[in-house]
């Protein structure tokens, strides 16, 4: 059950690949190696959303790149901080620390909604993790997950076919 939970909780960085994935396909495997070792939740959220500003962004990997350096740096100075003083915050405010990791991360995923496809396919996964809930030890949400993957990869296919000319349909 432990692996499988690593399993579901990275689970999300193949999601993030696959959806980069278009935007990566001419770059070099050098490159495609150094953005994977970058790639986490913020950083994704932060290149989509540049994505979505600007279609024709050229060189929106060295903004990868820039985004993810950052987040690295302040990754580390919040830890060298939260070592520093970390135990000297009384305990009655330490019990609600963990709420604002799940607001930001509500946040950031509140940024993507930007068309229909998009809600269909958060709506799909919503749907399915609320059926699949009973399923023990949460596995309903790895198949919300998958489920929700599964459609968008769907919907994309279907978009593609929809918009090349009737010859190459066949």
């Known amino acids: 059950i ?26 070099s495997f050098g490159w495609r190696i150094i953005l994977g070792f970058g790639l986490i939740d ?15 962004a050229p060189h929106w990997h060295w ?14 100075v919040a830890t060298a901080v939260g070592i520093a003083i970390g135990n000297s915050i009384p305990s009655w405010l330490q019990t609600g620390l963990d709420f604002p990791l799940v607001a930001v991360f509500g946040a950031m ?8 496809k998009t809600y269909a396919v958060m709506a799909l996964t919503a749907v399915l993790a609320v059926l699949t809930y009973p399923i023990p030890y949460h596995l309903g949400l790895i198949v919300a997950a998958l489920g929700g993957a599964i459609f968008g990869a769907a919907l994309d ?3 593609k076919r929809a918009s090349l000319p009737s010859k190459e349909k066949v």
């Open 157 to 159: 296919q279907l978009e």
């Open 109 to 116: 995923l509140a940024s993507t909604l930007s068309n229909r």
């Open 2 to 27: 432990i692996m499988l939970m690593i399993l579901v909780m990275n689970l999300r960085m193949l999601i993030y690949a696959l959806a980069l994935r278009p935007h990566t396909c001419e770059l």
């Open 63 to 76: 903004f990868f790149i820039g985004v993810s350096v950052s987040m690295y740096v302040g990754w580390i």
């Open 42 to 56: 913020a950083v994704f959220f932060a290149v989509v959303d540049r994505l979505q500003e600007s279609r024709q």
